[in-house]
């Protein structure tokens, strides 16, 4: 009887816990505004859906020559914003080192689901 009780109190523990994390999804964010002057890029996003957690483990923009950039890509450089946040809009200024250059930058959020990246803006450098 106890070994039952043991089982079926490890069964409810574990799929509590199962469906307790599936609840969640990755976060999703826009790039809402970037002004380009002096090789300085300044750039604001926005969450607009938190996936259902409560803090985001990190938010930040990268970028690349190709499109879409990714943070796992060789090409890609990364401008991490913040750790552990619970603010749904974020920016930063960072400088694009070429000139005359095409850019492609998105933010990324990563939650507790995992990581999703924001549609990929394309910003030129001084055509």
Known sequence: MKHIKRLITFCFCAVTLFVGCTKYGTAVSTITSTEYENKQLKITAMVTDDGG???????GFCYSLFCPPNLTDVYTTQVKVCNYSEVDTFSATFTLPLVDTAYYVCAYVKNSAGLSYSNAVKVSTGF
């Open 53 to 59: 957690c409560d803090y985001y483990m990190e938010q």
